[in-house]
């Protein structure tokens, strides 16, 4: 099994930045790719951000490009969500998400393509 932990959440301005953190740790067989994803209160989980572990392709949210980047530490076995320029609506918990393998498809904004997800860390952005 792996274990997901996510960090660095928190309450921010408006305008502000925050870096989160998705600390990966337990019985690692392979990576394909990782992601973040959020929750607002009475909403679906949507997708945030991808990045594929053996290469470091990205993909993103149109809500987000150009002001939140998604990276990776192959040592660490940690992803990180930099976020900047937030807004009153990037309020939510924050999830990270895991896939093991790639088997034909890459549904990267799909909450049903991955294999751990994490518990959540809150980020509230105050106007």
């Known amino acids: 099994q792996v274990q997901l932990v996510e960090s660095g959440g928190g309450l921010v301005q408006t305008g502000g930045s925050l870096r989160l953190s998705c600390a990966a740790s337990?019985?690692?067989?392979?990576?394909?790719?990782e992601a973040w994803f959020r929750q607002a209160p009475g909403k679906e989980r949507e997708f945030v951000a991808a990045?594929?572990?053996?290469?470091?392709?990205?993909t993103y949210a149109d809500s987000v490009k150009g002001r939140f980047t998604i990276s990776r530490d192959n040592a660490k076995n940690t992803v990180y969500l930099q976020m900047d320029s937030v807004k009153p609506e990037d309020t939510a918990v924050y999830y990270c998400?895991?896939?093991?393998?790639?088997?034909?498809?890459?549904?990267?904004?799909?909450?049903?393509?991955?294999?751990?997800w994490g518990q959540g860390t809150q980020v509230t952005v105050s106007s």
């Open positions: 998400a895991r896939r093991e393998y790639y088997r034909g498809t890459n549904n990267y904004n799909d909450v049903r393509w991955y294999d751990y």
């Open positions: 337990g019985r690692m067989l392979s990576t394909y790719a």
């Open positions: 990045i594929r572990w053996s290469d470091g392709l990205t």
